[in-house]
């Protein structure tokens, strides 16, 4: 069985992902990434204790350079026809400026996984990409010039924006390597600490996420969703809600909304590519 890449391993969907793919022991060597480094090392015992082989790759998607670092590392790792799944992601409750100039949701949540993916598109690792996005990315409003720096920042809209390009990004990867399969989704509204916030805001919404589905609800989701032989055409990159196929977001297909994504992602990664 080939290799399973998979960021944001260690909280969340993530972490269910990682235990529902290891108690199938089907040969998938699992290789976890993620930032928290005690976290990630418990995780890969406790699916190599039920037979899986898990590797921990320690990193960060919170800069372009330890984003291009975790990258190259997988890509020594990585064995070819390896499957990728982006889950790793930010949702910010206050405006945080990077070291790389750009606010921080707009690396962790976009560039960072661009960045990150990269080497091992360049080296031809990988045949399947799926990108955990959100189906909030409909409220993204990008701003070429505010939204990379977080002048637009808001404690909701910047999540949405930030997935937004992320999936517009993907896309572009999908048509630029059509050999690779490519799937973007919404997994579901799912209970996790993604986006937890201190006082009352945050007690309301413990609350409310209560009758949410649990991480291993989705978990199980996504392993059908990765059984399946095929999510999108060559070049293409298919949008699901769940399980179900539907039509792209009119915002992911707006000329002025792409274009202006496309630009400020190639002047931001200093490359004409994305991958």
Known sequence: MPDLVLTGATRGIGHALALALA???DGTRLLLAAR???RLEALAGECSRVGTDAVAV???LGTLASARDLGERLAKLVRPGATLVHIAGLWPSS????PDGF???FVVNHLGGLTMQAPLLEAGLLRRVMVVSAGLLVKGRFDATRTPTGDDFSAIR???TTKLCFAVAMRDVAAAHPDVDVVVLHPGVVRT???ARKGPLGWLLSLVKRSWESPETCAARLVRILDRPRWSQPGQAKWLVEEEEQSWPPVTEDP???AAIRRVTAASLKTEELA
Do not use: I, K, S
Request: charged share 40%; proline share 4%.
């Open 58 to 60: 320690p990193g960060d």
């Open 103 to 105: 606010e921080r949701a």
């Open 193 to 195: 600490d993604l986006g």
């Open 256 to 258: 002025a909304t792409v």
């Open 36 to 38: 928290d480094e005690a």
């Open 95 to 98: 405006r945080e400026f990077g």
């Open 23 to 25: 108690n199938r022991r």
């Open 158 to 160: 910047t999540y949405c």
